[in-house]
């Protein structure tokens, strides 16, 4: 079945270190894929998304493309703050399903 | 807009009760998802709903169940409450179409169920 894989945490950076969180994925056909954010005793929220193969999804900072050819979609941010300290998952999802499906989550935590 | 709105945000109930929880979507989206986020298991999906009806499932047994309204607004229930359904429970809502669409889902702050 469809699974996403992410890299055990949790992840300790001083600020302004460069981040690499690794994502990995199984699935049959081209899914979408996801980022989302989690903060301590919130919801999930959406950090970016891609659709196709080769699209790179951004946002504050943080970035992830989609290699189909190494089914990847590793998030990058150039130098974290303190305020980036949260869960990061990776999802994807299929055209013909309505659900995402999720990896373990990986903690990141920033030290001043 | 109003975010995803969830009610409510704490709940403790004891074994073999039954809960309901309630999730308004974002204006506009008529796709509402339900899903279980434990320290074991991680995020699992639970169900999904448009228009009043349900798509897809997720592997949970049938004491789990939902509905939708013709507001969009969803509810879900669970029945003989177990110690290893305390969880967070998490609403989404997406701008879905009939014929479906990968469109992001924008999730609510969630339901924290303590079963004792």
């Known amino acids: 079945g469809n699974s996403v894989t992410q890299m055990e945490g949790p992840v300790t950076l001083s600020e302004e270190a460069f981040l690499t969180i690794n994502c990995t994925y199984t699935?049959?056909?081209?899914?979408?894929l996801f980022w989302y954010v989690q903060y301590p005793g919130e919801g999930l929220q959406l950090l970016l998304k891609a659709t196709k193969a080769d699209d790179k999804g951004s946002n504050k900072g943080f970035e992830a493309t989609y290699r189909k050819e190494t089914t990847s979609f590793h998030l990058e941010k150039g130098s974290v703050q303190v305020s980036d300290s949260a869960v990061y998952f990776c999802a994807l999802r299929m055209d013909s399903s309505y659900k995402l499906i999720f990896g373990s989550g990986t903690r990141l935590l920033v030290r001043p | 807009k109003a975010g995803v709105t969830q009610t409510p945000r704490y709940l403790i109930k004891t074994r073999g009760q039954q809960v309901t929880l309630s999730c308004s979507p974002i204006s506009g989206h008529r796709s509402v998802s339900w899903y279980q986020q434990t320290p074991g298991q991680g995020l699992q999906f639970l169900f999904e709903y448009f228009s009043e009806t349900q798509r897809n499932k997720g592997n949970f047994p049938g004491r789990f169940s939902g509905r939708q309204f013709s507001n969009s607004r969803s509810e879900m229930n669970v029945s003989t409450l177990e110690l290893g359904d305390s969880a967070l429970y998490l609403c989404?809502?997406?701008?879905?179409?009939?014929?479906?669409?990968?469109?992001?889902?924008?999730f609510g702050p969630g339901t924290r169920l303590t079963v004792t």
């Open positions: 989404a809502s997406s701008l879905e179409t009939v014929t479906g669409g990968a469109y992001e889902q924008y």
């Open positions: 699935a049959t056909g081209y899914p979408s």
